[in-house]
């Protein structure tokens, strides 16, 4: 019997109606970069999943890359993107912002999330400090949707972080690599939502159920002027930009990539009963698509025979944090088989 | 009936054996980041067709992105790379180079080559000035195989590039964005060739039968320490890497990388007899897969309503040159279709 | 007899009135980064002299890093600067402006100048070219007033200079290291004119009187925002500031500056019609403080004895251009000496 | 009366035998760029201090310039600075470490002062994260003698940290912005264990003695090839660089230096006494020129009408911790005229 694989979320390729429509069209002759009809069938779909028609739309292939030129795009050389220490751009990007010349600025992680408190305590403590024209500006607030622990911010936050960004000239970008499973997993932010109160943001494709991909969405009009010749300068614009159109096509027709993103949090709420049913600890509230488990050591081992999953952090001599993720395309059948195991 | 499309090699999807194994696979569970068994084979495969078994070889995404990421990893921060004023990193790259902080020196172009000529003075004028301290130093040398031009260095002139290289302790780095049509048109230097003289330089995928992709060949160990941790820094290092894997190893089973390249150049000989024979200027001997023909304006015009092709710069008041491009896909139809029209 | 000197000019310390007031406020307790009383004083003076009262003035340590700074702040990061190929930003700092990440663009020289002619048809080139998105695009103007090459601009040629700036929304920057030597050389250039048709410059302390430091004039409000940050972030935000306020309110009390620059001027008058007069070639009509002398070889080896020049380039065979500076310290008698050589 | 100034230690000029030197050699002509005899006697009697023959040193002008050119010269493209997360450069110097496109990784600071445990640890969990390509390697741990809070590393703590730097290849850099203050207040260290412990730091001028000017001491040949271009690259070579070995040859004869710096900790320790007699409360034990006092609220509004000194932060509701900073320049009178007021 082959191992069952629970470690991430981007193991699997794409949706099959990707690559059916991929297959269809490989021969006809597209126009570059991106200067294409289907990339703007596909911009005209997210607008109006967005309900925001003035959105300006890009597409770009890695998550890394996106952050880093979405967020050099939008600060200034004096100012700083301001993050929760456990964000994706500081911890897990070998230092992609700060390559692009920018300072990134540490909040607190409140399980993966900013509280408003904080930042607000550091902005009155930034134009406070009389000395500050020696210090980084704040510029950007970068959260991500749902964060890196899998947790989602409430309607309520995602207004006030908004409120305090239009009272300190800030932008508020949200990484939405997993934007799917976060919104599918909340029971009140919508897609809507995310585009009236951040100016910037991505609609991850790699991670929900794209071959990669993800659509930056600019919320205003001419929030970075000249995006596309920063892509190209950063090296993220696609020669046959038409691939990603054809996938956010697809993904934005007929609700795919909520429909899809919804079998991921099924999938993994299951296997959440199913520990919490023999008696295991949940280590968090972690709502979207990855459940973060408490094991001891000795289960963990055996367990690592016949399941992948990924080490998440040591809880006690002899307990162990470890993650379990589903995707678009986890199946019932993979879900039941490691039931059983458990 | 629709218009004939000449305009670029970069025009279709991708190779259908790459499709087909891309369909076979979509739902098996891969590691990520180039980490995969099927990136394996393709490097050692790419090993062996460069006769190189020390080759390093990674995959990024496409070629700004990937001139970009090498020329950075082989310069020093006091360092230059030297280039044909024609060459695609200082024209169309929309300053990469330049915003990884390096300054981009400019040699005369011969037809889109440089000369070791130039380079050796541009060498002794370098070391002979006793205030190059404050002047950068020449770090690299960057070619285009082919270049911008179509055209192709003679297996000589690798070889005194290289020797001049060695001399100044400089590394040779050839942009291979259409390697395989270079390849096919030349008649004596091989892919193993390229591999000797150069110490770093890229296979094209994404205009030589992939759907994007370019692999990375370094011909010497340890060449650019951690190099995997500087994609990801570029944003150039995809979460599904076995996708570029899947289409390198696909296009090095069988020869297929340069049996499709032979297409493009086959086509686009027949191309430039139908020219000449009708007794039309050729701009450039030019032997890969581009063509430049010089055109009277009202021709130009006529022509323009059921082709499509690139400007490339003006010959005289009546005349213009323009460029044809072939590519693995074109069909023998879609030539004939032309010829037709000339 | 000890030698005589005349390679550069910047070989001797200050004027002896601001080594005077040095003296005299050693041990006054000043205020740090330009925040006191002498800078306040100085700029006023600066103020007055460019008849621009809206002026914002800030005091820098040398050209490399003003340029640096200063061009950063002017551009985005889209956005090229361009210059003649003979400039001082892209010949002789290190690469220190690609270092902040920006291309510059060359245009060719004509005697150190640009031509509006050349600037007009690459902007025009630039514009018309349907792919310029894959291009940096034209941001700053940069000149050097008066050039390496010891020439000036015409009021005619500044004032197109600015027109066609205004037209395509460019910044014109003037390098102003010699500024002193530049203007007293010039029969219809004035402060007042550099600062009516530049939009941002600076006056060069450290060749023309000062120990060191360049006084940046920006002529429009908030040209760059938070310059101040900027110049901290890039070491140029000197901890005592008042040195260099100190050495610019002296310069600019009774004309000081343009006193001291007429000397120079004056000087190396003479050595020219002395050259002149025993039949020497002058290589370039250059009417600032540096002359250009064709020497024949062996002459050059003799003097070379009992002066010191620099080398320029070689004339023919058998003869040097060689290149004598003078500065505001150089005094009746070094001439006389020198004069007495030739 | 005047009102007494104990803010910072950078307020006065120079020490009056740097002045008088400069008015003596203030018309002879001078090399440029510190490759005169004077900068170069300076190096040898440094070297001679630091008993290390080998050594390398070069002259910049201030202190953010330096550390940012020295650590960016030290660091590969790759890898992090590791400082305390007081420390200057991730503080107050405007992001000029990330401008230059590093990461800045921080420690808990112990009183100003990075721990070797958790050096250590985060050394441990970086190596053994499976993942850590994604993540930027450390490169260089960064200290400041004495620390921002005028405390000082012990001689065990620094050999640790050496011995931890080899263990992990990781560069020993120590920012010495008041080097002279903290080898005076310390009973063990000597500028010999410096050069001995540290691959690289500088000798800070600018707060001690100096008008400006900070010697950077390399204590291995080679360390960083190039530097001469880096520091023009970085706009950090000053033309007349003989002004700034004037200063350090002035200052390292006859133990001019030490014998200057002794005098601020004299001094501060006055101040110190005065307020222990009177009942205050000493915030923390900094043994070096600094020295930082709880004040009753009321009385630090009142003691602010005749004195200026530093806010450094909030006590509690009734009082504020503030800063009296002493320097080589501060007299007898200064401080008993502070003492009174207390």
Redesign the interface.
Known sequence: MSIL?FE?D?????H?LI?EK??K????????YGCDEVCESAKEKIRKACDCQKAEIYFL??????N??VI??LL???E?VITANTGHIT??????I???????TMLPSHDGKISCEDLLSYLKNYFADE?N?????PGVVYISFPTEFGTIYSLDELKSLRKICDEYNLKLYADGARLGYGLCASDEVTLKDIAKYCHAFYIGG??VGA??GEAVVFTEENLI??F???M?????????GW?LGLQFDVLFTDDLYFKISRNAIKMAKQIENAFVKKGYQIFMDSPTNQKFIVLENSQMEELKKSVTFSYWQKFDENHTVVRFATSW?TTQEQVDALCKLI
């Open positions: 694989r991430s981007y193991m699997e390729g794409c099959p690559l991929m297959n069209i490989n021969f006809e002759k597209m126009t570059g292939v890695g998550g890394t890359q996106t880093a030129t050099d795009g200034k050389r004096y700083t911890e897990h990007e070998a230092g992609a700060e390559a692009k010349g920018h300072k990134v000395n024209a020696h210090i980084v500006k790699t991670k071959l990669f002027p000249h596309f010749t920063l190209k300068q950063n090296g993220a614009l696609l020669a046959k691939l395309a």
